[in-house]
Nanobody, 115 residues
Framework: QVQLVESGGDLVQAGGSLRLSCAAS????????MAWYRQAPGKQRELVAS???????NYATSVKGRFTISRDNGKNTVSLQMNSLKPEDTAVYYC?????????WGQGTQVTVSS
C-alpha cells in the first residue's frame, strides 16, 4: 500500500519560514520523481517544486530563491524548506510521487501565511 504522509504545515506570519516533510512508503522511492504541489482556495493545483531521482530540481517561478526541495533516499523522505513566506503562499500543500505512469498523492497539509 502506497502512503505519502505530509507534515509541517502551520500558521506563520509573512516573512517567516516553515519546513514541510513527506514520508513515503510502498514505493521504490529512489527511482521516483518527488514533488510538492499546492492548491489555494478557488484555484487550480499547481506545481511548486520537484526533484528527480538524480537530484535535479525544478521550481515554480513564484517560489524560486525562497523555497528549497530536498530528498533523503535513505529515509524515504522529501522536504520543502520555505523561507520568506508571503500571504500568497497560503494553500494546501501536497506531496506527489511519480514513476512512469504511476502517480500518487498525499492527503495534504495546510500552510497559512498571515500578513
Amino acid at each position: 500500500q502506497v502512503q505519502l504522509v505530509e507534515s509541517g504545515g502551520d500558521l506563520v506570519q509573512a516573512g517567516g519560514s516553515l519546513r514541510l516533510s513527506c514520508a513515503a512508503s510502498g514505493i521504490a522511492f529512489r527511482i521516483n520523481t518527488m514533488a510538492w504541489y499546492r492548491q489555494a482556495p478557488g484555484k487550480q493545483r499547481e506545481l511548486v517544486a520537484s526533484i528527480t531521482k538524480t537530484g535535479s530540481t525544478n521550481y515554480a517561478t513564484s517560489v524560486k530563491g525562497r523555497f528549497t526541495i530536498s530528498r533523503d533516499n535513505g529515509k524515504n523522505t522529501v522536504s520543502l524548506q520555505m523561507n520568506s513566506l508571503k500571504p500568497e503562499d497560503t494553500a494546501v500543500y501536497y506531496c506527489n510521487s511519480q514513476f512512469l505512469q504511476r502517480t500518487y498523492w498525499g492527503q495534504g497539509t495546510q500552510v497559512t501565511v498571515s500578513s
